[in-house]
Nanobody
Framework: QVQLVESGGGLVQPGGSLRLSCAAS????????TGWYRRAPGKQREMVAR??????NYADSVKGRFTISRDNAKNTVYLQMNSLKPEDTAVYYC???????????WGQGTQVTVSS
C-alpha cells in the first residue's frame, strides 16, 4: 500500500506561483506512474500533469505554466505552478498508478485558490 500526502496549496493572487508537493510513504517511481489531477467546483476531475511511459503529459490549459518533477531520494513529486489564473482554482490531488495495472492511490488533496 502507498500513502500520498500533498502539501503546498493555498491562496494566491492571479499571476502568482505555488509549488505543490506529494510525499509517498515508500519508493514508488520504479513501479508507478505519478501525476497530479484537480477537481474544480462543479466540474469533473481532470489530469493536470503526469509522468508516463513516454515522458510527461500536461493538460493543454497548463502547458507552459506548470511543471511536474520528482525527487527519487525523497519519494516526492512536485508541481510547480506559475502564472496562475482564477480558473486554476481547484482541489489538487496526487496520484500513483501502477505501471502494469492494479489499484491506483490518491492523496487527500490540497486546495489551491487563485483570487485577488
Amino acid at each position: 500500500q502507498v500513502q500520498l500526502v500533498e502539501s503546498g496549496g493555498g491562496l494566491v493572487q492571479p499571476g502568482g506561483s505555488l509549488r505543490l508537493s506529494c510525499a509517498a510513504s515508500r519508493s514508488i517511481f520504479s513501479r508507478y506512474f505519478t501525476g497530479w489531477y484537480r477537481r474544480a467546483p462543479g466540474k469533473q476531475r481532470e489530469m493536470v500533469a503526469r509522468f508516463s511511459g513516454s515522458g510527461t503529459n500536461y493538460a493543454d490549459s497548463v502547458k507552459g505554466r506548470f511543471t511536474i518533477s520528482r525527487d527519487n531520494a525523497k519519494n516526492t513529486v512536485y508541481l510547480q505552478m506559475n502564472s496562475l489564473k482564477p480558473e486554476d482554482t481547484a482541489v489538487y490531488y496526487c496520484n500513483a498508478e501502477p505501471l502494469f495495472g492494479g489499484m491506483s492511490y490518491w492523496g487527500q488533496g490540497t486546495q489551491v485558490t487563485v483570487s485577488s
